[in-house]
T-cell receptor, first 118, second 113 residues
C-alpha cells in the first residue's frame, strides 16, 4: 500500500514551453501533497505543500507564478513549470500523506520526474 | 531555516561489513526518518522514529532517535551489494501551521562485492 506515482517519468522540452507533472496516490487519499526538487548529488528541497482544495503554500524563494500547483482531488496533484528555462532542469519528486491513516502518518514518495529544458 | 548535518558524505565498504551514519542538528525534531534513494527514483522510507531514545530495527537496519531529539543514527549490519544507494535522514517538526520535513544532505553508500 501507500503507492505514489508520477507522470511522466522524464520529459525534455524546449525553453519557453510549459510542462505539467502529475502526482497520484494510487491506494490512499492524500490530503496533503508535497513537491520537491533535487539537483544532482544534492538533497531534496521542498518547493511547496498543497492541501486538497486549497492553495499551495510555497517555500521562500520559490516563484508561485512559475511553479503552478493544483491539488484538486484527494488523489491527484499537478505541478506546472511555466515558461521553462534550462535552469529549471532538475529531478522533481512529489510525496503524499494522509494523516487520517492510523500508523501511516508519513510521506510516501513518487518515483520522480526528470525534466530537461533545452 | 533548519539544517541537518548528515555524515559521512560517502562510504566505500566491503560486502559483509557493518555501516553507521548519523544526522545531527541544532534544532529539536518530533520525528526522525531514514530514507534510501536509488538513482533516478524517489526516496523509500526505511525506518520512522517517533520518541526520544527509541531504537527501531527493520531487518538488518537499526536506527535510534537521540535522547536530546537533535540527532539520529542508522546502522546497517552485514552489508550486501543491493544496499548501494543514497541514504537520507529527515527530521520533522510539527507546528500549528503544519508539519515540515527537513532532509539531510545524504550519505552515498558503495558496497564492493
Amino acid at each position: 500500500g501507500a503507492v505514489v506515482s508520477q507522470h511522466p517519468s522524464w520529459v525534455i522540452c524546449k525553453s519557453g514551453t510549459s510542462v505539467k507533472i502529475e502526482c497520484r496516490s494510487l491506494d490512499f487519499q492524500a490530503t496533503t501533497m508535497f513537491w520537491y526538487r533535487q539537483f544532482p548529488k544534492q538533497s531534496l528541497m521542498l518547493m511547496a505543500t498543497s492541501n486538497e482544495g486549497s492553495k499551495a503554500t510555497y517555500e521562500q524563494g520559490v516563484e508561485k507564478d512559475k511553479f503552478l500547483i493544483n491539488h484538486a482531488s484527494l488523489t491527484l496533484s499537478t505541478l506546472t513549470v511555466t515558461s521553462a528555462h534550462p535552469e529549471d532542469s532538475s529531478f522533481y519528486i512529489c510525496s503524499a500523506r494522509d494523516p487520517r491513516l492510523a500508523g501511516r502518518n508519513e510521506q510516501f514518495f513518487g518515483p520522480g520526474t526528470r525534466l530537461t529544458v533545452l | 531555516g533548519q539544517q541537518l548535518n548528515q555524515s559521512p558524505q560517502s562510504m566505500f565498504i566491503q560486502e559483509g561489513e557493518d555501516v553507521s551514519m548519523n544526522c545531527t542538528s541544532s534544532s529539536i525534531f518530533n520525528t526522525w526518518l531514514w530514507y534510501k534513494q536509488d538513482p533516478g527514483e524517489g526516496p523509500v522510507l526505511l525506518i520512522a522514529l517517533y520518541k526520544a531514545g527509541e531504537l527501531t530495527s527493520n531487518g538488518r537496519l537499526t536506527a535510534q532517535f537521540g535522547i536530546t531529539r537533535k540527532d539520529s543514527f542508522l546502522n546497517i549490519s552485514a552489508s550486501i551489494p543491493s544496499d548501494v544507494g543514497i541514504y537520507f535522514c529527515a527530521g520533522r517538526q510539527t507546528s500549528t501551521s503544519g508539519s515540515r520535513l527537513t532532509f539531510g544532505e545524504g550519505t552515498q553508500l558503495t558496497v564492493n562485492p
